[in-house]
C-alpha cells in the first residue's frame, strides 16, 4: 500500500520559515509525481508545488513561488517543501501527494489535484 507521512508543521510568526517533510513508501511505480497541496476549512485544496519524481522538473503556484521550494531526496523517497518568508495566509493544513503522472499540471503549469490519487493526512502551519 503507498503510503505517505507528512511531518514538519508548526506555528511561527510572519516571516519565519518552515521546512515540511513527506516520507513516502510502497510507491509501485518508477516514474511518479509528487505534490504539496493546502487547504483551510471551508475552502478548496490548493496546489502548492508538484515535481517529478524524475528529472525533477517543478511547478508552483504563483502565491509561493518566489518563497517556496519543493525538492526531494530520492534515495530516501522523502519530498520536502521549504517555505521561507511565510505570511499569515500560509495558515493552512499542508498535504502531500503523489501518483504516477502530472498530465493535469504541466498543462496547467500548477499543480492540479486531479492528477493525485494517494494523500498523506496532513500537517498543519499556522503562521501569525
Known amino acids: 500500500d503507498v503510503q505517505l507521512v507528512e511531518s514538519g508543521g508548526d506555528s511561527v510568526q510572519a516571516g519565519e520559515s518552515l521546512r515540511l517533510s513527506c516520507a513516502a513508501s510502497g510507491f509501485p511505480y518508477g516514474r511518479y509525481c509528487m505534490g504539496w497541496f493546502r487547504q483551510t476549512p471551508g475552502n478548496e485544496r490548493e496546489g502548492v508545488a508538484a515535481?517529478?519524481?524524475?528529472?525533477?522538473?517543478?511547478y508552483y503556484a504563483d502565491s509561493v513561488k518566489d518563497r517556496f521550494v519543493i525538492s526531494q531526496d530520492s534515495g530516501k523517497n522523502t519530498l520536502f517543501l521549504e517555505m521561507y518568508r511565510l505570511k499569515p495566509e500560509d495558515t493552512a493544513m499542508y498535504y502531500c501527494a503523489a501518483d504516477e503522472g502530472c498530465g493535469a499540471t504541466i498543462g496547467a503549469g500548477t499543480p492540479q489535484s486531479r492528477d493525485f490519487r494517494y494523500w498523506g493526512q496532513g500537517t498543519q502551519v499556522t503562521v501569525s
Open positions: 515535481m517529478h519524481r524524475v528529472g525533477g522538473r517543478t
